[in-house]
């Protein structure tokens, strides 16, 4: 299914007409993947013939689901009745979806194939991309890797022999480091290995949505410091130069 984590406007009193498919959100996220849609087959298939159950690892499509009946009869039945139950301690929420899945598409003649979808894709994900660079300041908030903690607001400032990088306001120290211009083959591991031999090293987070930025945790603000004056301007890469400020509390 492509672009289907757009299904979550509206009912059908928003004009989403009755169809097959019906979103799900507000889902328990603890939960593994496979468990999940063994569960939710288990749950619906009472309501009719499952086509397909359908749910993703990555960020954006934590807590939801799609579940392809039939016909929509069943879909209706299912979304009226299961509306708010308790499933893993958490109250559904259902709606019809907006897209189709592939699986319904290909039945009525209106799928697309993924590389044409993908082609697409690739140029939506460059032009969010460029807005991602002009709106740095953004991220962390809205993904939540440091609750109270975000990236600086930023402007750009010339830096390592003219080129530009985004520069933080004044920001008050703290224990939290906000690290940035990294390379997106950077892993947690890497960047622990280069963090951790500083003295009160906790922990490094990476934002699977945001790719090239970080935040690294220490015990106090001295060791923080300490670790950013250290590691300052290195090279993960002889291309990225790291950025190193603290979080913006």
């Given amino acids: 299914m492509s672009g289907e984590a757009a299904a979550g406007g509206g009912g059908e009193a928003n004009g989403i007409p009755p169809n097959v498919t019906i979103y799900i959100n507000n889902l328990n996220e603890k939960i593994k993947l496979e468990e999940l849609k063994k569960s939710l087959n288990a749950v619906f298939s009472q309501f ?18 799609w579940v392809v009946f039939e016909d929509a009869a069943s879909a209706t039945e299912a979304l009226k009745r299961m509306q708010d139950f308790p499933f893993y301690d958490k109250p559904m929420r259902i709606q019809y979806a907006k897209t189709k899945s592939d699986i319904v598409a290909k039945a009525d003649g209106t799928f697309v194939p993924r590389e044409r979808r ?62 940035q211009n990294l390379p997106h ?14 003295p009160g090293f906790k922990e490094v987070r990476m934002i699977e949505a945001k790719p090239g930025i970080a935040f690294v945790e220490y015990g106090d603000e001295t060791q923080a410091t300490a670790a950013m004056n250290a590691l300052q301007g290195f090279k993960i890469t002889k291309d990225n130069q790291m950025l190193i400020t603290y979080a913006k509390k």
Wanted: net charge positive.
């Fill in 48 to 65: 009719g013939k499952i086509l397909d159950v359908l749910a993703f690892k990555t960020l954006k499509h934590k807590g939801q689901a």
């Fill in 118 to 179: 993908k082609r697409i894709d690739e140029k939506t994900e460059k032009k969010q991309k460029r807005e991602q660079h002009h709106d740095v300041s953004q991220v962390g908030l809205g993904v939540n890797a440091y609750p109270g903690y975000g990236a600086p607001q930023l402007t750009q400032i010339p830096f390592a022999g003219g080129q530009k990088v985004m520069m933080p306001e004044i920001i008050v120290p703290n224990n939290i480091l906000f690290v």
């Fill in 185 to 198: 083959e950077t892993t947690p591991m890497m960047l622990q290995m280069l963090f951790c031999q500083y």
